[in-house]
């Protein structure tokens, strides 16, 4: 300091992390501090290595567009809330099963949920809808992924945006 009490020439830091613990008692308060080197022991893999797909269905990474294979339909007799009976028979049968279907018309307009099974001229969804599904009540299909290579490629003729590892071995027999 040039003169007491002057701190112009600024300050020097001879510590920089993060607050870690705060321990309080009726007398004072201990805090810890630990350095930013600690974030180096974090296991967090920046691609995980499985040989499932890691992207989000239609995402940016998948890049695949769901809607160009939607299905819209209405509601028919003997639907309930976590049943639609519907006409529609997608080709193949299992296209929509982990799919989203969306309420467009009716109480359930802006609701979705998420498709679990199909058959029969059935749709069975995971959660119920919180209105009761009428007939008539319209609804929009989008298509679901089971993660694999092979639905991928031969599905969604989207196997170069495919993110897994297919040919990786099982834990199993690895060691």
Not at 21 to 33: A, S
């Amino acid at each position: 300091m040039p003169s007491y009490g002057d701190t112009s020439p600024g300050t020097i830091i001879l510590f920089a992390g993060r607050i870690s613990d705060i321990e309080c008692t009726r007398t004072g308060v201990d805090i810890k501090c630990r350095s930013h080197l600690e974030l180096l022991s974090i296991q967090m893999p920046r691609r995980l290595w499985q040989s499932s797909c890691t992207h989000v269905f239609g995402d940016a990474m998948c890049q695949f567009d769901r809607s160009s294979m939607q299905a819209a339909f209405t509601a028919g007799s003997g639907s309930s809330q976590v049943q639609i009976a519907t006409a529609l028979s997608p080709t193949p049968p299992n296209l929509y099963v982990q799919g989203t279907v969306l309420g467009v018309t009716g109480a359930n307009t802006g609701s979705s949920r998420t498709v679990t099974n199909m058959s029969g001229g059935w749709i069975y969804v995971k959660l119920a809808f919180l209105s009761p599904v009428l007939p008539g009540d319209g609804f929009r299909l989008l298509p679901g992924c089971d993660r694999t290579l092979a639905t991928c490629a031969n599905l969604f003729n989207n196997a170069i945006h495919f993110g897994g590892f297919p040919y990786i071995p099982t834990p199993e027999t690895a060691v």
